[in-house]
C-alpha cells in the first residue's frame, strides 16, 4: 500500500496527513487535505461533486459551496487556476489529470532516512542497545552507574516537564492576539439558497443582509454593504481573491437549507492575509429559531476577529426587533422585494411589511421598511405629494416604537430633506442614523447628496467617498462620487474632472446609462453638443428612463437639431399619459429648447408636488439660463 504520493513538485504524504513541497509543508484546513486525498486516489476519474462530498463530508448535510471553497483552496495551494491538475468537469464534477506516481513502503522508508543523519531506524537502535548487553551486566551493576541512571532519569524528567509548560504556555499565548492584531475590516458574501427552491431565495439574501446591518453597527468595524456583496452573487468566486479586491481583512462565506421547519446553516470566516479558517460552524435549528441564530453569528464574528466592544456596542450586536418568526420572515421577503429597485418590487414589499405588522403591531423595522417601500415608489411611479406623506407617517410610527432604530432615522432624514426640505431637521436625522449605524452606507450617501443641496461640494465629497468605501462596487454610488463635480456654485464645479471619472467608469461598465448620461449633460455645460446627443442616446437606448429621453431633448436642442428635439418630446409627452413624468424633466426638456415661460411653470408644479429633483435646484446646472428670471 502506497505511503505517499508524488505529483509534479508536490507529495502528499499519508503518515503524516499533509501536502509537502520541497520539504516544506504546504498548510491545508483538514477538509482541503481530504478533498485532495480523494481526488489523488482517484486519479483520471471524473469524481461527480456528490461522490466528493459523501467522501469528505460522510456524516454531515453540506452543500456545494463548502465543496467548491475546498478546491479553490487546493488550487491555490498547487498553483492550479489553469486546471492542469484538477481538472472541472461542468455540472458533472472534478478529475484529476496529473500524473500521479505512488509511493512504497520501503521506498517511503528510504526517503525518510535520507532526510536525516543516519539511515537507522529508532526501533533496530534500541533492540540493537539489548542486544549488546550481557545478561550478567542486566543483573548487577555498580551504584556509580545507578546513581548516574537516577541523574540521566530526573533530567529526561525535568525537560519533559519544561516541554510540556513550554506547549502550554504556546498554545494559551497563540489566541491571546492584542487588540492592535484585531481585524477590522469584513465583507459577508451573499450565503447560497442551498434548498434547492428559487422561492427561498429571499431567506438567504435576508439573512445575508441582517449579518451585515448587525455588524456595519459596530464603529470598529468597516463592512462592505449589501451592494457590493451581491455583486458576486452565483459566482463561484474565490473569497481570498475577493477579499483582496475588496480590501478587508476577513470574509465570510455560507449557505443556507430550509426543509419545512428545519433550517441549516453553514458559515466560514477566513482571514484575507493568510487564507487561514479564522471559524466555521454549522447550524441545525428550528426556523422559529432564527433570530437567536443570527445573534450567534454575529456574535461569533465579532469574538473571532478580537473586537473589543463596549456595552452599548454589545447590546446592538445583539438587538432583536421581533419575536415572531413568521412576521420576521415577511420582513426579510419585503427588503428581498425592496432590492429590485422596480414599481412592482416596491409594491410587494409594502405589502410583505404590511404582513409582518400585522403579525406584529410592535415590530418597528419593519415599518421602517413600509417607509422606504413608499419612498422607492415617490417620483419615478407616484406624486412626491401623494407617496412621501405616508412614507412620513410611518417612520414616525417607527420611532415612536424604537427611537434607537437607524432605519427609522434614514427613512425621516430622507423625507426631511427630499420632500418638507426642513434642512435642520434632515441634518441631525441623518447624523443620528449615522451615530447609531456609522456603517449605513446608503446613510451617508443620502447625507452627501444633502450636503450638496446646501452648496456644500467639500463636506459632500468626503460623505459620498465614505458611502462608496463601504460599498466600493456599487455602480450607483461611484456615480454619486462624481457629482460634486457637476452640481456645485459656478466657481467649484470641475467639470473635466467629472469627465475623466466618467470615462473611467465607462470604460469598465459600458451599459452604465446613468454615467452616460451624466456625461452627457456636461458636454452639453462644455458646448460638445454632438458629443452630448451621443452619450444621451447611448442612455435612453440602454436604460429606457424617462428622464434620459428629456435630457435627449435638450442636446438636440443644443446642437441645433430642432426636428429631433421636437420628436423625442413628443415621445415625452405622449408617455407622460401613460405614467407618471416628474415636472422636473418635462422642465430639462423645456429649458433646452429654450422656452423658459414653459420650463418654468414645470418647475413650479414640481414645487407643488414636492418633486425630490427640486433639492439640487440651487447648484444644478441645467438651469444656469433661468436664474435671472423673476419668476425663478
Known sequence: ???????????????????????????????????????????????????????????????DDSLVQC??????????????????????????????????????????????????????????????????????????????????????????????????????????????????????????????????????????????????????LKVMARATVFRYKGQEADPIKVGHELKVGAMLTGSVVQQGENLTVNVDLVNVADGSQLWGEKYDRKLSGIF????????????????????????????????????????????????KYTEEGSKKGLESFRQAIDLDPNYALAYAGMADAYYGLSNLYLPANEAMPKAKAIAMKALELDETLAEGHASLAVVKSQYEWDWEAAER???????????????????????????????????????????????????????????????LRQYDRAIEELRKMI???????????????????????????????????????????AYLVRSYARAGKKNEARKALDELQERAKREHVAPNWMAVAYVGLGEKDQALAWLEKAYEERDENMTLLDVDPVFDSLRTEPRF
Open 71 to 220: 478546491l479553490v483552496e487546493v488550487r491555490r495551494a498547487l498553483g492550479d487556476e489553469a486546471q492542469r491538475c484538477i481538472k472541472t468537469v461542468p455540472r458533472r464534477g472534478y478529475m484529476f489529470v496529473a500524473e500521479v506516481n505512488p509511493v512504497s513502503l520501503a521506498r517511503f522508508d528510504e526517503t525518510r532516512a535520507g532526510e536525516g543523519a543516519t539511515a537507522t531506524p529508532v526501533g533496530a537502535e534500541v533492540a540493537g542497545d539489548f542486544a549488546q548487553t550481557k545478561p550478567e551486566q542486566q543483573a548487577i551493576e555498580p551504584p556509580a552507574l545507578i546513581v548516574r541512571k537516577t541523574n540521566y532519569t530526573a533530567l529526561a524528567l525535568v525537560i519533559t516537564i519544561l516541554v510540556f509548560v513550554n506547549v502550554g504556555l504556546y498554545f494559551f499565548f497563540r489566541d491571546k492576539r492584542p487588540e492592535d492584531d484585531a481585524i477590522h475590516s469584513i465583507a459577508v458574501m451573499p450565503l447560497v439558497n442551498a434548498s434547492g427552491d428559487p422561492n427561498l431565495e429571499y431567506l438567504s439574501d435576508g439573512i445575508t443582509e441582517n449579518i451585515i446591518n448587525s455588524l456595519s453597527r459596530l464603529p470598529k
Open 292 to 339: 437567536t441564530l443570527q445573534e450567534e453569528i454575529a456574535q461569533q464574528i465579532s469574538d473571532k476577529l478580537r473586537l473589543r466592544l463596549t456595552g452599548e456596542e454589545q447590546k446592538r450586536l445583539s438587538k432583536r426587533y421581533t419575536d415572531n418568526a413568521a412576521a420576521y420572515q415577511l420582513y426579510l421577503r419585503g427588503r428581498y422585494y425592496l432590492g
Open 429 to 491: 436625522e441623518y447624523k443620528r442614523a449615522l451615530e447609531l449605524n456609522p456603517g449605513f452606507a446608503s446613510v451617508h450617501y443620502g447625507y452627501g447628496t444633502y450636503l450638496l443641496s446646501q452648496a456644500r461640494p467639500k463636506e459632500a465629497l468626503a460623505e459620498l467617498k465614505r458611502a462608496q468605501e463601504l460599498d466600493p462596487l456599487s455602480l450607483t454610488l461611484s456615480l454619486f462620487a462624481v457629482f460634486p463635480f457637476y452640481y456645485a456654485p459656478p466657481p
Open 1 to 63: 500500500m502506497p505511503k505517499s504520493y508524488s505529483f509534479g513538485d508536490f507529495t502528499i504524504d499519508l503518515d503524516r496527513g499533509c501536502l509537502v513541497r520541497a520539504g516544506e509543508e504546504v498548510r491545508l484546513r483538514p477538509k482541503v487535505y481530504e478533498a485532495l486525498k480523494y481526488l489523488i486516489e482517484n486519479n483520471n476519474r471524473l469524481v461527480s461533486k456528490e461522490e466528493l462530498i459523501r467522501a469528505i463530508w460522510p456524516a454531515s448535510f453540506v452543500t
Open 507 to 549: 470604460e469598465t461598465e459600458k451599459d452604465f446609462s446613468s454615467a452616460h448620461s451624466l456625461l452627457g449633460g456636461i458636454y452639453v455645460q462644455k458646448g460638445m453638443y454632438e458629443e452630448a446627443v451621443s452619450e444621451h442616446k447611448k442612455a435612453w437606448e440602454l436604460g429606457n428612463n424617462l428622464w434620459d429621453l
